[in-house]
């Protein structure tokens, strides 16, 4: 499976302010997807990164919140704006794996709180 | 009803113990399905891939029931290295995974 590498791993930023994640993986991936896993929860998917094109955001995210950029196969940054302590998270991004797309590998996770 | 369901257990058991985990799903289309391990403060790892009937890897056996909608994972010979959170993920197409809220093992000397 590839490499996957985020950073920052952990952040403390105050409210109103936004952060920026960035995912780096050590080949080329076709699909890279943005998770949050909220303190006790399980992992939800908040949009899909497509290369070369909008990002494809699941109910309940918009792009003003999460704007995410993918600039080539191997990049992906996703950027948490005007925070509140409510976006206190974990945040991952996944590759799908290059035979079985279906299955996906977790970067190390961004470890937010919001103050 | 949700789309993927997990009992969250905790499941307390002795090492050497055999415990069994289920996992429900909604979606009767749902073709692929998978067991995360997700160690505490760390990101979830794939454990197994269900394709078809079931999966065996040595200690570890999932399993597939169509008809009930429902994947299992049965550990045998639990360890203390087995204690962690078991994630459920459903494949559901449009590329989208679907996770269970996990299930925490917890395995005793």
């Known amino acids: 499976s590839a490499v996957i590498s985020q950073k920052p791993s952990r952040d403390i930023c105050q409210r109103g302010t936004s952060l920026t994640i960035q995912c780096q993986v050590d080949?080329?991936?076709?699909?890279m997807f943005w998770y949050r896993q909220q303190p006790g929860q399980s992992l939800t998917l908040i949009a899909t990164?497509?290369?070369?094109?909008?990002?494809?955001?699941e109910s309940g995210f918009v792009i003003d919140k999460f704007p995410i950029s993918r600039p080539n196969l191997t990049f992906s940054t996703l950027t948490v704006s005007n925070m509140s302590p409510e976006d206190s998270s974990i945040y991952l991004c996944?590759?799908?794996?290059?035979?079985?797309?279906?299955?996906?590998?977790f970067g190390p996770g961004t470890r937010l709180l919001v103050l | 009803r949700k789309e993927v369901e997990q009992d969250p257990g905790p499941f307390n058991v002795p090492e050497g113990a055999t415990v069994a985990f289920n996992c429900t799903y909604s979606?009767?289309?749902?073709?692929?399905f998978f067991w995360y391990r997700q160690d505490c403060r760390k990101e979830p790892k794939l454990l197994m891939s269900?394709?078809?009937s079931g999966n065996e890897d040595g200690r570890f056996t999932a399993q597939l029931n169509r008809a009930s909608q429902y994947i299992s994972l049965l550990i045998r010979d639990s360890k203390l290295s087995d204690s962690a959170t078991y994630l459920c993920?459903?494949?559901?197409?449009?590329?989208?995974?679907?996770f269970g809220t996990g299930t925490r093992l917890l395995v005793s000397p």
């Open positions: 990164a497509n290369q070369g094109s909008e990002a494809t955001y």
């Open positions: 269900v394709y078809s």
């Open positions: 080949s080329q991936v076709t699909m």
């Open positions: 996944s590759v799908a794996g290059t035979g079985a797309t279906e299955t996906q590998y």
């Open positions: 979606n009767s289309a749902s073709q692929s």
């Open positions: 993920a459903v494949f559901t197409g449009f590329q989208k995974l679907v």
